[in-house]
């Protein structure tokens, strides 16, 4: 029972019975999901499921749930990061990216694996598994090389990933070795139809001095510990150019479609910029540019600053959100995101985005919590699906509208006196019809009940041998399966 988690900072972690939170079982599937304890204020949400991903076994590695903590969609179990729902040939797709972390215990936060794209029925229409040119990491060279940190579907119809590469360089300029090894931090954008990279570009070659970085170089810089000085966590296509986010330099780069960079927003000098007084940022995750102008953006991000070094339990997490001025190159802040009742600190991974409603939504990465707030930062749901001490987490969240109408059928589990339903990703289910009989070919309609979340539970007679349900949607569709009482 012990698993390597990609997703971790540093160390490996035993994922046993120390997990005191609550899961719960089901009679159809086999699989168990966390208990999602929902509070809510009562004031309107957005619309749409919650999206995340959880530690995997024995969870399944992808779930989406309702506002009521009701399971929606699981995935099978594995390492996967970024559920998301996307755009491509303007129909809404099912994106994750699913993988293995990094071979390096010491390192991890990163991984190597392949991007898969679902349509609503949960059909796989492309798995891109890239070979990059990475050099291997530890004992063998990973097969599909995308990173977990990204996979953005631009309105070109391609496909943007992170990478990490094992390379070779001097490293005098940190108090390193000269013929020292960092990670490499690579972007690549994919065509998803002829997988052809039509662009990439490298932290090490774009000319970012290494020692712009805040993270230790520590005993890492040897080629089985390679300084990861960079760590990219993010890409954002806006319009020909590039958002990038580096974690261990504390800035958020525009690329132009050349790769050059047009400009830095940096967290504790401001870089190009002039931070508002008062305000800084550290180790931060997935910025989103809206609202994009040739002289203005709008800018928001996960602030991870407590994370050590040195402000662990000292700074809250925050989800902060700019104004930038391109021109004068001032920033200002519109507002920044937090609960008053319940002081967070999530050392790694977490987002922010901005909702249709005006309302925001933060999932608190390495902290299993998902928050959305009102437009004034009025906290509206906390759902937590973990001990804040354990090892639950989900590297992103997401609040995001989606019909998924299952290729598979429905499943039914019958014992005596009771049949239960379910729909794994259903989410137009309004009432199964119940039919019952002696022989699977010969049942015949007993009642209906009405759908009651994943799983739907209705009586049966104690003499009936075999159960027929069948889904029936809102728009009139059926579906059935049938099965003995055991
Ligand atoms: C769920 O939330 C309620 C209300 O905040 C709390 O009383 C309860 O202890 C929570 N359950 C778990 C398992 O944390
Ligand atoms: C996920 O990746 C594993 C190998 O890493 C593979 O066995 C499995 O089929 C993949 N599952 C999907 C389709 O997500
Ligand atoms: C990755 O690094 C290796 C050297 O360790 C180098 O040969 C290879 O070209 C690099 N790949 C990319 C895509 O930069
Ligand atoms: C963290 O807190 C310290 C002490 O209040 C403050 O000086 C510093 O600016 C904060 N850092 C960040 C990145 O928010
Ligand atoms: C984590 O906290 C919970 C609730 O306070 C407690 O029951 C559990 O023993 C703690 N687990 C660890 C690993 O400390
Ligand atoms: C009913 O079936 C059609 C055709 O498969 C599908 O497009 C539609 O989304 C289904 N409706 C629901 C509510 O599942």
């Not at 940190?149 to 390193?176: F, K, M, P, Q």
Request: charge should be negative; aromatic fraction near 12%.
């Amino acid at each position: 029972m012990f698993a390597l988690n990609s997703l971790s900072l540093s160390i490996a972690l035993c994922m046993s019975a120390v997990e005191a939170w609550p899961s719960q079982s089901y009679k159809t599937v086999p699989f168990i999901t966390p208990v999602f304890n929902v509070t809510k204020s009562g004031s309107p949400l957005a619309p749409g499921y919650l999206f995340l991903t959880v530690t995997s076994a024995p969870y399944p590695a992808s779930i989406i749930i309702t506002d009521e903590g009701e399971l929606v969609w699981a995935s099978q179990s594995g390492d996967y990061s970024n559920l998301n729902v996307q755009a491509l040939d303007s129909k809404p797709v099912l994106t994750y990216w699913n993988g293995t972390g990094s071979p390096n215990p010491q390192i991890g936060g990163h991984g190597y694996g392949g991007v898969y794209i679902l349509d609503s029925t949960y059909t796989i229409q492309h798995t891109l598994c890239p070979d990059l040119d990475l050099a291997a990491d530890g004992p063998t060279r990973a097969e599909c090389q995308a990173d977990l940190h990204e996979s953005y579907i631009t309105d070109r119809g391609s496909l943007l990933v992170t990478a990490y590469n094992a390379t070779e360089t001097d490293l005098t300029s940190v108090n390193g070795p000269a013929q020292g090894w960092i990670y490499d931090c690579l972007v690549f954008e994919i065509d998803i139809k002829t997988k052809e990279v039509i662009f990439s570009w490298s932290a090490l070659k774009s000319g970012i001095p290494i020692s712009d970085s805040k993270q230790p170089l520590g005993t890492s810089g040897t080629q089985s510990s390679p300084y990861d000085f960079f760590h990219i966590n993010s890409i954002q296509s806006v319009g020909s150019n590039y958002l990038i986010n580096s974690r261990h330099i504390w800035t958020t780069y525009l690329l132009n479609s050349k790769g050059e960079i047009e400009w830095r927003f940096e967290g504790s000098t401001g870089g190009d910029f002039k931070l508002p007084s008062g305000i800084h940022f550290a180790w931060q995750h997935h910025p989103r540019a809206l609202n994009v102008t040739p002289t203005s953006l709008v800018l928001h991000l996960f602030d991870n600053a407590n994370s050590p070094p040195p402000f662990s339990g000292v700074n809250q997490t925050l989800g902060l959100l700019f104004s930038l001025d391109l021109n004068k190159k001032t920033s200002t802040l519109i507002h920044d995101y937090y609960d008053p009742k319940q002081t967070l600190y999530a050392e790694s991974q977490g987002a922010l985005d901005l909702l249709p409603n005006g309302n925001a939504l933060m999932g608190y990465g390495r902290l299993p919590i998902v928050k959305e707030y009102g437009p004034q930062g009025d906290v509206r749901l906390s759902v937590q699906f973990g001990d804040l001490n354990g090892t639950q987490q989900s590297y992103r969240a997401y609040r995001l509208e989606w019909e998924g109408v299952p290729a598979a059928d429905p499943v039914v589990f019958a014992e005596k006196g009771y049949a239960y339903a379910s729909w794994n990703g259903a989410t137009g289910v309004k009432r199964w019809d119940i039919y019952e009989g002696m022989t699977a070919n010969n049942v015949i309609y007993s009642h209906s009940v009405s759908n009651a979340g994943f799983e739907t539970e209705a009586s049966i007679s104690i003499t009936t041998q075999f159960v027929k349900v069948v889904a029936v949607t809102s728009d009139g569709n059926r579906s059935s399966a049938t099965v003995p009482v055991s």
